[in-house]
């Protein structure tokens, strides 16, 4: 290459620098930075002895079957032999080369080598650069690539979300190129990339965005990476074109629009967006990518770090749908956010960013997976008194087990940075070994945090050597407390880095920097100031076990549902509500003694049964049930506060009673799970209630499996009217339907009475029911199914 074209190249590839940095901040590989004995080290450590009983074979066989030739062995079921088959393998990938690099284990890396091998063979056999396990692919590709595009929120020409399960496989190899050091693997995605730009070359940019209402991962992210690593302009315009118009555009605009929209298909795209804009795309979406993070942490963000009721994005306003539902934060977005927050982090020098970050790892991710048997979870709820389930290695493959077995091994890539060679930072308080070759330099964190509120530094220096030492001073730490030592003795460190205290001096080998860091307990409310309240320790969530009854499907199965802890509701009135005479309730919480990271809130608990219970590291709690949140009143509110929970949940408990199942039309995973299919059909929301209605027709398949439904109730708003229809179950007529609305436009339900013929023992335990529009009219809208007893 020529000095010009290389100059010019350097110029649109330059990375957009915020804050007035001067040099840009680097994270370290996570190859560099070894994990000491902690809960951290032990996560890791679970996490890749659950990858290894994993099969490569099995993962393999829907990427062989694609690409026509013999799997060697059979594919694993749940969501891996039901249309999302393939996701897993690139996962997989990323999981191996984030593991590798954490650890150095050569079985690991022999493992990521044959999986790479293999599907190399795959793409060989393509022809065309094509990789991917998505069933059908190849011709359904064709059809795509001749403009017969037919898209929706979770599908593509008939297939789950094919474009967001190549995403994980573009993912995977970029991860084991650019994590893991497999050379073959660049070539691979590369090659898959320009199979990308062959698919879409004869589309038109309004095709790309039809296209992109159905879920596609990250791969705006992907392009851009690829633009990154080969220097070609081709691939950023891939990038930018793959960019979904109808999120960006509200978000360039400073407007929040994500009320009812599923989360984890957005996050990926804005981390395409913060990309773009690094590699060189406009800058404007790096600001685009801010405003979503802040909306999102600030205004939709539980204290545990996550987001989403039932995978969508709750109102702002109002966080009682959190605190009803057993299907709280998903954990897959936690590990999307936290990716985020890491590419923010190091284009602004923000630390709100490390803030967040160290939250959600701590207590989302850190929690998310069972630190024994192993096992990820899914949902976390944040209703009183319930409880998680884990997967099993051979049963389940949801997508927040792929995000799952990344997740732990890559908890040191953020613990460190360095601006250029001469100032390194200490952003998170992890026991661990940096090794910085370059300068020279080996560093040990030696703690014990948040068992105790300190860390230590040791610097083993070839030569000695003047640089900065940059040490976080995290949110939590009571302003003018943290202090700092060097070899025993206080000193003043600078503050010019918002953000940090900083030590400046010639370092020499074996020198010791103490670092005090005084931790409280504080009380945080839920986002829309509603009377709930979360004990956070420093940066640790404090939570209480309250019984370890009824905890069914603790361990999931391979059904297609058993990620939600569908066991008992306790009711909400009966938990525990804590009484505060004064503002600060956290002056409630006191330490007990000789127990480390231990609370008791028995001067707050209103019923005596609970008053015994301890807050312990939410971190700590798996295989019960449990308390985050808590109602909080005052003496003589406390009447009319428990008489006010138990009119809210009563009916939605009495409901689900009688519940034998049940779809919410518009939600995107239940509508999956449920058999969806459908022809001229819309979604939406309204009122923050997901709807869907046709001049078509759109079905479900729900289960029936003792035959104890009765009647099959539908939810509608009184807004629609001069709406006909018919409903049909298993093809046959169930009712004939004339919408007329209501003068308040309120929602309501109608219950319509299931043929006896049902209950018989040889009926069928599966039931589709299928919404019909009348010639020139609409089926719906229909807000909530169900078959009850």
């Known amino acids: 290459m020529n000095k010009g074209k290389f100059l010019l190249l350097a110029i649109w590839l330059a990375p957009v620098l915020g804050s007035g940095?001067?040099?840009?901040?680097?994270?370290?590989?996570?190859?560099?930075?070894?994990?000491?004995?902690?809960?951290?080290?032990?996560?890791?450590?679970?996490?890749?002895?659950?990858?290894?009983?994993?099969?490569?074979?099995?993962?393999?066989?829907?990427?062989?079957?694609?690409?026509?030739?013999?799997?060697?062995?059979?594919?694993?079921?749940?969501?891996?032999?039901?249309?999302?088959?393939?996701?897993?393998?690139?996962?997989?990938?990323?999981?191996?080369?984030?593991?590798?690099?954490?650890?150095?284990?050569?079985?690991?890396?022999?493992?990521?080598?044959y999986m790479i091998d293999q599907l190399e063979v795959c793409q060989q056999k393509s022809g065309n650069g094509y990789l991917g396990g998505v069933p059908g692919g190849p011709a359904m590709w064709a059809q795509v690539k001749a403009g017969n595009i037919k898209a929706n929120s979770f599908g593509l020409n008939d297939k789950w979300v094919p474009l967001y399960n190549l995403h994980k496989t573009c993912a995977g190899l970029r991860d084991a190129y650019m994590v893991g050091g497999n050379e073959k693997a660049r070539g691979m995605l590369i090659k898959l990339t320009d199979w990308f730009l062959d698919l879409t070359a004869n589309l038109t940019d309004a095709q790309l965005q039809e296209m992109m209402r159905s879920e596609h991962g990250g791969l705006n992210e992907i392009f851009a990476d690829v633009a990154d690593l080969t220097h070609d302009r081709k691939y950023l315009t891939l990038a930018q074109r793959f960019s979904h118009r109808v999120v960006l555009e509200p978000l360039l605009a400073g407007k929040d629009v994500l009320n009812g929209m599923h989360a984890n298909t957005q996050i990926p795209k804005v981390i395409g967006f913060e990309r773009v804009a690094e590699v060189g795309g406009d800058p404007?979406?790096?600001?685009?990518?801010?405003?979503?993070?802040?909306?999102?942490?600030?205004?939709?963000?539980?204290?545990?770090?996550?987001?989403?009721?039932?995978e969508h994005f709750n109102p702002a306003s109002s966080f009682a749908s959190m605190l009803e539902s057993t299907e709280g934060p998903e954990t897959c977005n936690t590990y999307n956010m936290l990716k985020l927050s890491k590419e923010l982090y190091l284009t602004s020098g923000s630390t709100k960013y490390l803030d967040y970050y160290e939250r959600a790892t701590y207590n989302h991710i850190l929690s998310s997976q069972h630190p024994g048997q192993g096992g990820f979870v899914y949902f976390t709820p944040m209703r009183p008194r319930h409880y998680r389930v884990y997967s099993q290695p051979q049963e389940g493959f949801w997508c927040c087990v792929g995000s799952g077995l990344e997740n732990h091994g890559k908890y040191g890539e953020l613990v460190y940075a360095h601006k250029g060679t001469n100032e390194l930072l200490v952003n998170l308080f992890i026991p661990s070994t940096l090794t910085w070759a370059e300068q020279g330099l080996t560093l040990t964190q030696q703690t014990t945090f948040p068992m105790e509120e300190r860390t230590q530094l040791k610097l083993d220096l070839k030569k000695p050597r003047t640089f900065a030492l940059s040490i976080r001073q995290p949110r939590w730490v009571p302003a003018g407390q943290l202090q700092v030592q060097v070899n025993g003795q206080s000193v003043t460190a600078s503050a010019a880095l918002p953000g940090y205290v900083t030590l400046t001096r010639k370092w020499r080998s074996g020198d010791v920097v103490s670092v005090a860091l005084p931790m409280t307990t504080t009380a945080e409310y839920l986002p829309d100031h509603s009377a709930w309240v979360s004990f956070v320790h420093g940066p640790v969530v404090l939570a209480a076990v309250t019984d370890t009854t009824d905890l069914k499907g603790l361990r999931a199965d391979g059904a297609r549902m058993s990620h939600v802890p569908n066991g008992k509701l306790y009711p909400i009135e009966e938990a525990p509500v804590l009484v505060s005479a004064g503002p600060n309730v956290a002056e409630g919480i006191k330490p007990v003694a000789g127990h480390p990271l231990t609370f008791t809130a028995a001067s707050l608990i209103d019923a005596e049964q609970y008053r015994n219970v301890q807050l312990v590291p939410f971190y700590q709690i798996q295989d019960a049930r449990y308390m985050v949140y808590w109602p909080v009143t005052t003496p003589a509110g406390l009447v009319a506060r428990k008489e006010e929970l138990r009119r809210k949940d009563e009916e939605k408990r009495a409901l689900e009673a009688r519940t034998v199942d049940q779809i919410t039309p518009g939600e995107q995973q239940p509508e999956s799970d449920h058999g969806f299919q459908g022809e001229q059909t819309e979604t939406g929301t309204f009122r923050n209630r997901h709807w869907r209605h046709a001049t078509g027709w759109f079905s479900y398949k729900l289960r029936n499996p003792q035959r104890s439904a009765r009647t099959l109730r539908v939810t509608y708003a009184g807004g629609d009217k001069n709406r006909q229809f018919s409903i049909l179950v298993n093809g046959l007529p169930l009712a004939k339907v004339r919408l007329e609305g209501?003068?308040?436009?309120?929602?309501?339900?109608?219950?319509?009475?299931?043929?006896?013929?049902l209950r018989k023992p040889n009926a069928p335990t599966e039931l589709t029911i299928k919404f019909l529009a009348e010639a020139a009219s609409t089926a719906g809208g229909v807000y909530d199914v169900r078959l009850l007893r």
Do not use: C
């Open 284 to 310: 404007a979406w790096a600001g685009a990518a801010a405003f979503f993070w802040k909306t999102v942490v600030e205004n939709r963000t539980v204290s545990i770090g996550g987001n989403s009721v039932s």
């Open 21 to 113: 940095q001067t040099v840009k901040l680097q994270s370290f590989s996570v190859s560099a930075v070894r994990l000491l004995d902690s809960p951290f080290l032990e996560a890791q450590q679970t996490d890749q002895a659950y990858m290894l009983l994993l099969n490569p074979d099995r993962l393999l066989a829907p990427y062989l079957a694609s690409a026509g030739l013999p799997p060697k062995a059979e594919r694993y079921g749940n969501w891996e032999n039901t249309g999302l088959d393939g996701h897993m393998g690139g996962h997989y990938l990323s999981a191996l080369a984030y593991m590798y690099a954490a650890t150095g284990n050569e079985q690991v890396k022999q493992r990521l080598a």
């Open 742 to 757: 209501n003068s308040q436009g309120d929602f309501y339900d109608m219950e319509y009475a299931l043929p006896e013929t």
